[in-house]
């Protein structure tokens, strides 16, 4: 159906115009015209055309090539056909130049027209099929609401189809904004307790007394304000599945109660003198490095090894940088229909800046950037620019040497710091500090430097 | 009902009026009449193209349109241009009442050839048929043998055949809400 396919006419003449739009209208296309370069530029706005036939010279300020300009910028793969009535070299080079698709002179052959027509068009429906088939392709990267092609992120889809069936305790682990969550509901949704109770509780974000009462329920009257019997999140999620997020954060009380529950697989309320049994799976996820706060003393070994069953470790998004096009698909799709914006592309050069970016906020970071993207706007396709907040955002964030170390502890941190991001591999962070490995050994022996 | 005028514009040949009129009421089903012959469009000749502007024509056919519910056709003996192009067939308001059919191209003696009234009637009829097509919203057909397809050369006129395809045939019928004769 051409009639799927919106071109534009732009000429000052009428009859010029009309007349393109009339014979462009007996071929089935829906033709819109307009009178101006600037009139062009803001029907461009309200909707992207698939080719637009653009009269080189105009009264009126802006001309042809700069029209041209002004809509390449809103849409980047904008099929643009610059007519002319006198052809010079100078024009079809600067046209070409600034990315005309075609020059064409007036009047030209009526078969030439159509077989440029046909031709542009043929290239666009082949566009059309490739955005579907990646879409398709992305869905083939979908596990429950998880989208990767990543190998280590397959890994881990394969090990939660395995843990889903048990009621083993499992500790996911990545920086903040990998998707821990979305891991911890794959799992649940994934196995024979999907339809039970996913119960969600963030230990970070409450104080310890409130988080022990939240956790195992209270008595009637077992502290100030507790007017009546309360269950809590273990007895609420008895045959499903609790989540325990930001454990790493959890005082060394409750720590202990934990490790109980996880041990006994029973527990008292806040005031309760009656033992209750919870059967639950328990998965666990922190952002917090688990055995460096053991080696600090802040986190208990036993509660550790309990939890640490089944390990799952996140890469974060700069280690699965080809999961960056997949997700911004799925995202572009969803956000534009929820904000009900006309967004369904990104180009090449703002993908590449999402490519380029460090996402220290992983996926959660990438997913905000892209609903800014979409908020701001103007076309059906996002441009580099509308990703411009993410340099100013790394330039304030930019490293700077610090001018108040001594060359000892500026040296050290930056030996831990490498540790910390090879995962404690010493010949990767030796190749990266530039030193040998025995050199290494030493500094790491002689100011006791952390491994891991 | 729905009446198709056909009007000669300037001098036409009359066989080549009632072959059209013939073609259309055969293909659409609907009442066509003989329209007086309208004067020569001068006006709309391009001195430096030698050549006729077909919506200058077709602006001009507007003013002895008759009152809706019509199709009002003219035929011309001249060689039609629109800018963009150097030259036209003929050309037609997509749902509107008007289109124009030039039978300049459709001659023989225009590539060098001998007359050859037969071939003219059938190529007159064909592209008759094609610019009232578009009147009643029909656009180009992809079948390359219906009159309705899209005929930028000789060669594609003289490929279509003398009646529409059967997808064609069909929006016709439901177009005009008539038994196809």
New interface residues.
Partial sequence: MKSHWHLMVVDDEEVMRESLAAWLREDGYSVATAACGRDAIEKAKEQDFAIYFVDLKMPGGIGGIETMIEIRKMHPDASVVIVTAYATVDTAITAMKEGAQEYIVKPCNPEEISLLVNRIIKVRELQRENVLLRKKLTRQYVFQDIISKNPKMLEIFHLIKEVASLKTTVLIQGESGTGKELIARAIHFSGARASRPFICVSCGALAETLLESELFGHEEGAFTGAKARKKGKFELADNGTIFLDELGDISPKLQVDLLRVLQERTFYRVGGTSEIAVDAQVIAATNRDLPQSIREGRFREDLFYRLNVIAIQIPPLRERGEDIPLLVDHFIDRIAREFNKEVSEISEGALKVLMDHSWPGNVRELENAVERAIVTAQGHVLLESDFSFLKDGQHEGRWEVPTDLTLDEIQNQAIAATLRRTHGNIKETAGILGVDRSTLYDRIKKFDLPRN | MRTVYVAPIGEVEETVVDVVALALWSTFGLPVKRFPSLPDPAAALDAA?QQY????ILRDLQLYCPEDPVKFVGITERDL????????FG????GGPLALVSCARLRQEYYGLPPDPALLYSRVAKEGIHEIG?TFGM??CSDAACPMA?S??IAQVDRKRGGLCDSCAALVHEITGKEML
């Fill in positions: 193209r502007s077909s919506s200058a241009f629109i800018p963009m192009l150097s030259f036209v050309q037609a308001q997509v578009h656009v180009h899209l930028n050369t």
